[in-house]
T-cell receptor, first 114, second 119 residues
Framework: GDSVTQMEGPVTLSEEAFLTINCTYT??????LFWYVQYPGEGLQLLLK?????DKGSNKGFEATYRKETTSFHLEKGSVQVSDSAVYFC?????????????FGAGTRLTVKP | DTGVSQDPRHKITKRGQNVTFRCDPI?????LYWYRQTLGQGPEFLTY????????KSRLLSDRFSAERPKGSFSTLEIQRTEQGDSAMYLC?????????????????FGSGTRLTVV
């Protein structure tokens, strides 16, 4: 079935460092791709999304580009802050119209040190 | 609207007891989802509703689990005869979906979850 695979964490960076969290997917069709973030003690929040090849999702300085040729949707940020410390989940939904089948990766914990 | 609410936030129960969790979705969302998340893992799909109809159930949802959404608004998830392996965070999410006129890939809005500990 459809799935996503994320790089294992934890990832520890210093403030202002460059962040990449890798995500690759397996799907039979043309999924929509998402990144969610989970701060300590909170539920998952949608960070960004992309619905077709070469789309770039962006939010709060984070970006991810839907790469069909490499089946990837890597999350990047040019300069991380301590407040970005959280767990990041890559997810896909096979159904563009219905979006009823969100499947999540295992999550990557990011810790940013001052 | 304050988002998706889940109650309780934490539940400790003895093995063999029944527990029930409640989820109040965003009012205009017709889709409601239940997920389970264990430590170090991503959320795993359990079931979802469109309005009051339960449209899909995961194989993870054993006979001891039952979910309802009687009026198409709030939902309950009941676990009967709890086992230690049921210990997890139970997440509820809601979204717009088919029939609302919404098109496209909308993300889900999650609640903060109910953490269940079975002792």
């Amino acid at each position: 079935g459809d799935s996503v695979t994320q790089m294992e964490g934890p990832v520890t960076l210093s403030e202002e460092a460059f962040l990449t969290i890798n995500c690759t997917y397996t799907a039979t069709g043309y999924p929509s791709l998402f990144w969610y973030v989970q701060y300590p003690g909170e539920g998952l929040q949608l960070l960004l999304k992309a619905t077709k090849a070469d789309d770039k999702g962006s939010n709060k300085g984070f970006e991810a580009t839907y790469r069909k040729e490499t089946t990837s949707f890597h999350l990047e940020k040019g300069s991380v802050q301590v407040s970005d410390s959280a767990v990041y989940f890559c997810a896909l939904s096979e159904s563009f119209w219905d979006n009823n089948d969100m499947r999540f990766g295992a999550g990557t914990r990011l810790t940013v040190k001052p | 609207d304050t988002g998706v609410s889940q109650d309780p936030r934490h539940k400790i129960t003895k093995r063999g007891q029944n527990v029930t969790f409640r989820c109040d979705p965003i009012s205009e969302h017709n889709r409601l989802y239940w997920y389970r998340q264990t430590l170090g893992q991503g959320p795993e799909f359990l079931t979802y509703f469109q309005n009051e109809a339960q449209l899909e159930k995961s194989r993870l949802l054993s006979d001891r689990f039952s979910a309802e959404r009687p009026k198409g608004s709030f939902s309950t998830l009941e676990i009967q005869r709890t086992e230690q392996g049921d210990s997890a965070m139970y997440l509820c999410a809601s979204s717009l979906g088919h029939g609302t006129g919404a098109l496209g890939a909308y993300g889900y809005t999650f609640g903060s979850g109910t953490r269940l500990t079975v002792v």
